[in-house]
């Protein structure tokens, strides 16, 4: 579970934290978030026909504090060269599903009344052929629904694309398919405390993850302070200690402190995964408790920055990860009953509220 500060294309979508508090978001597949893709995807977005449907299950997100969605995102495939930017039509509906009974008849997959949460409008697409500079690239394709969509936490949840009016041309999502390579432990849990820089809001994001030999702990950061020297704090345990003159909360209790490279002058540390080590059933469901800090002469007291801290467990197993997600879809109608499907795939989806 991530607590985000507005991002960018939130505030020009109208989004108020003052009004709703932080933005929660969530990124599925699980694990999504710090790896690309196995390949790509035009059929929700792209250059199949002038109509599309794509409809997706997800059992990522059963028993996660998610009462109201209030928007969903997309990412491109790879960095660059993934479309020019253009205006369609898109619709969305959401309900929950029984994710063992998926078919490939559309309708027949809503286990309650559908809700369009996103009401038909064109839609202007941005530029997806410009660098993004990072891989993956960030979610900036942003709907906020009309609706909020109310999630039981217990079900699928299932959302549909209608695509109208589509200009034909390339503009491909990035897509997973059959299994990915690690199994990932579950969201964290976000502890919040974190200090604001120059560069906005100090965030870190940890994966840990396991494929059937190794357990990785992976880190990426946005927020520090520009070309800072960042350390990643790691412990057992949250003291959740208000330090005076620090800007933030001290959500670990260190027993590992890590360097991680230099960050941009924007303030980002791209994914990277620094700390390995042989997988065994015994590692399964340890909890860490994480945070970065990075010297910050920006600040008002201690010239310091921390990150908000996380709680974070290793996954039950290693091996293969579950992509948890089925897919189907129509090529040239809205209106077609059935579509081709289901497939173990996915388009990697942001939800949040």
Known sequence: MHKLLLPVPLLALGFSSAAQGPVVTYITPRGAEFFEGSSSSDIMLGNWAAQTRTQQVDNNLVGQPLPFV???????????????????NLTVIC???????????FATNYKD????????????????????????????????????????????????VLNENNPLGTY???????????????????LGGGCTTANGPMVHRCALRANA??????????????????????GASDPALPIPGLCGVLHTQPVLDLALTPASAAGNIAISFPVRTPWSPALAG????????????????????????LRSDTPATGGAGAINVKRIYHTSSVTAATGTGPSVSAVPTLFGY
């Open 172 to 190: 491909s999502q990035d897509w997973i398919s059959g299994t990915m390579p690690h199994t990932y432990g579950a969201y964290p849990t976000d």
């Open 113 to 160: 009344q559908p809700v369009t949460v996103f009401t038909k409008k064109p839609v202007n697409l941005p530029d997806w052929n410009a660098p993004s500079g990072s891989t993956p690239s960030p979610f900036n394709v942003i709907l906020p629904f009309d609706t909020p969509f109310l999630y039981n936490g217990t079900d699928a949840l299932l959302y549909d």
């Open 95 to 105: 309900s929950h599903a029984d994710y063992n009974t998926v078919t490939n008849t």
């Open 286 to 309: 340890i909890t860490l408790y994480t945070q970065a800090v990075a010297p910050d002469a920006g600040q008002s007291g201690l010239p310091i920055a921390i990150s908000n801290g």
């Open 70 to 88: 209030r928007f969903i995102g997309w990412r491109r495939n790879g960095s660059s060269n993934a479309g020019a930017a253009k205006t369609t």
């Open 213 to 234: 030999t190794v357990l990785e702990l992976g880190f990426k950061v946005s927020g520090a302070p520009a070309s800072a020297n960042v350390v990643m704090l790691i």
